[in-house]
């Protein structure tokens, strides 16, 4: 397949509609037709259901057990763009003003146009180490991808020790992050009509107790500090949000079920189970005679790498930034990590863009992640990148 450059296969990419509930299928076909060649190793690793999947390719010697060389990783799939306030096609990649327009420009397509460019550069056969992409699916419905290939991957060995997530982090270099836990809480009553209120049990008004046990934990919680508190100075605690509320189905019936998501940011070294403990102590407490469950939708680890390890001494030494720091998001590291993995979180672009209408990158940032994935290539991986 004839080469690009990094803007215009970032345009490729952006025309994949990779909106989190469609499948990525398309976008890793042509990612696979696009790095085919002598010396590469291309595997499509199926999610359960099939639509969609995780895409791994290595590239470079065999590894034998050391787990040198250096593994790239980015999410595949994008958050919707159904805003009304886009000034252009959001699946159309435009440039205004040494911007770069569209969805998924900066989380994280950007990246992934500069990941795979610089491996279908390099000569596998002048690699000393492995060179390996890891692109996932459904990163931003929680980790599923990742968790997935995580649970699913029996080669721990086959993988480089050293992992770059290119997360937008405007090339700022990033050593922790939070985690992220997202709860729901179902409440069930009786429905009735309104008129007949004894026929019925309201499920909201429970529910509505609930939000004021939740929201005494969020306060304490807010009160709390543990050791790594100190890394997150605008946050050091752990927050709990109440994000969502269904219930009820007409006015004039009386509610017989309703369901709150919330969620938690635990910090790099907490447990998240003693924080679920404590929302269902708290629905427990609360939801009075109401039957209730607590069901975790989705989870991913907070991430921490400690600063001597050579990933991070790699980027620092490429991008000068002495202190590497940390964001209260949650990234696909906080799975990887669990695989023995050193990461760093270091991308194209900014966070404060991401999820919202016109969401941008600059085009030096496109130019300088090339310069930083060619170099920290070069010294993982050896060989020409």
Same mark, same amino acid.
């Given at each position: 397949m004839?080469?690009?450059d990094?803007?215009?296969?970032l345009?490729?990419?952006v025309?994949?509609?990779t909106?989190?509930?469609?499948?990525?299928?398309?976008?890793?076909?042509?990612?696979?037709?696009y790095l085919?060649?002598?010396?590469?190793?291309?595997?499509q690793l199926?999610?359960?259901?099939?639509l969609?999947?995780?895409l791994?390719?290595?590239?470079?010697?065999t590894?034998?057990?050391?787990?040198?060389?250096?593994?790239?990783?980015?999410?595949?799939?994008?958050?919707?763009?159904?805003e009304?306030d886009?000034?252009?096609?959001?699946?159309?990649?435009?440039?205004r003003?040494?911007?770069?327009?569209?969805?998924g420009?900066a989380?994280?397509k950007?990246?992934?146009?500069?990941?795979?460019?610089?491996?279908a550069?390099?000569?596998?056969?002048?690699?000393r180490?492995p060179?390996?992409?890891?692109?996932?699916?459904?990163?931003?419905?929680?980790?599923?991808?990742?968790?997935?290939?995580v649970?699913?991957?029996t080669h721990?060995?086959r993988?480089?020790?050293?992992?770059?997530?290119?997360?937008?982090?405007?090339?700022?270099?990033v050593?922790?992050?939070?985690?992220?836990?997202?709860?729901?809480?179902?409440?069930?009553?009786?429905?009735?009509?309104?008129?007949?209120p004894?026929?019925?049990r309201?499920?909201?008004?429970?529910?509505a107790?609930?939000?004021r046990?939740?929201?005494?934990?969020r306060?304490?919680?807010?009160?709390e500090?543990?050791?790594?508190?100190a890394w997150?100075?605008e946050?050091p605690?752990?927050?709990?949000?109440?994000?969502?509320?269904?219930?009820?189905?007409?006015?004039?019936?009386?509610?017989d079920?309703?369901t709150l998501?919330?969620?938690?940011?635990p910090?790099p070294?907490?447990?998240a189970a003693?924080?679920?403990?404590? #929302?269902?102590?708290?629905?427990?407490a609360?939801?009075g005679a109401?039957?209730w469950?607590?069901?975790v939708v989705?989870e991913?680890?907070?991430?921490?790498?400690?600063p001597?390890?050579?990933i991070l001494r790699?980027?620092?030494?490429?991008?000068?930034?002495?202190?590497?720091?940390t964001?209260?998001?949650?990234t696909?590291?906080g799975?990887l990590?669990?695989?023995?993995?050193?990461?760093?979180?270091?991308?194209?672009?900014?966070?404060a863009t991401?999820?919202?209408?016109n969401?941008?990158?600059?085009?030096a940032?496109?130019?300088?992640a090339?310069?930083l #994935?060619e170099r920290l290539?070069?010294?993982?991986?050896?060989?020409?990148?």
């Amino acid at each position: 397949m004839t080469r690009l450059d990094d803007v215009a296969l970032l345009q490729r990419l952006v025309a994949f509609d990779t909106v989190s509930q469609r499948s990525n299928l398309p976008l890793l076909d042509f990612l696979a037709d696009y790095l085919d060649g002598p010396g590469v190793r291309i595997s499509q690793l199926a999610a359960p259901d099939g639509l969609k999947a995780n895409l791994l390719v290595e590239l470079g010697p065999t590894p034998d057990g050391t787990r040198g060389g250096l593994l790239l990783s980015g999410h595949t799939d994008v958050v919707p763009a159904d805003e009304t306030d886009w000034v252009s096609d959001p699946f159309r990649l435009s440039e205004r003003e040494g911007r770069l327009f569209g969805r998924g420009a900066a989380d994280m397509k950007g990246f992934l146009a500069v990941a795979t460019n610089v491996a279908a550069a390099v000569s596998p056969a002048g690699l000393r180490q492995p060179l390996v992409l890891l692109f996932t699916y459904d990163e931003e419905v929680g980790t599923l991808g990742a968790r997935h290939f995580v649970d699913g991957w029996t080669h721990r060995e086959r993988l480089p020790r050293a992992v770059l997530i290119g997360e937008p982090t405007r090339l700022r270099v990033v050593a922790a992050h939070k985690g992220f836990v997202h709860v729901r809480v179902d409440l069930s009553g009786v429905s009735a009509h309104s008129g007949y209120p004894h026929l019925g049990r309201s499920a909201i008004e429970p529910a509505a107790e609930v939000v004021r046990a939740l929201t005494a934990v969020r306060r304490q919680l807010e009160a709390e500090r543990v050791s790594s508190s100190a890394w997150f100075p605008e946050v050091p605690f752990v927050p709990l949000n109440v994000g969502v509320i269904h219930g009820g189905a007409a006015p004039n019936v009386i509610p017989d079920r309703c369901t709150l998501e919330i969620t938690l940011r635990p910090l790099p070294g907490m447990d998240a189970a003693p924080l679920l403990d404590r #929302v269902q102590d708290a629905v427990r407490a609360s939801a009075g005679a109401a039957p209730w469950a607590c069901t975790v939708v989705s989870e991913s680890p907070p991430m921490l790498t400690a600063p001597e390890t050579p990933i991070l001494r790699a980027l620092g030494a490429i991008t000068g930034q002495v202190t590497p720091e940390t964001v209260s998001y949650a990234t696909d590291a906080g799975w990887l990590q669990t695989l023995d993995c050193d990461c760093a979180v270091c991308g194209p672009g900014d966070i404060a863009t991401a999820h919202k209408p016109n969401e941008h990158m600059p085009v030096a940032d496109l130019r300088g992640a090339r310069d930083l #994935v060619e170099r920290l290539v070069t010294r993982c991986c050896g060989g020409d990148a």
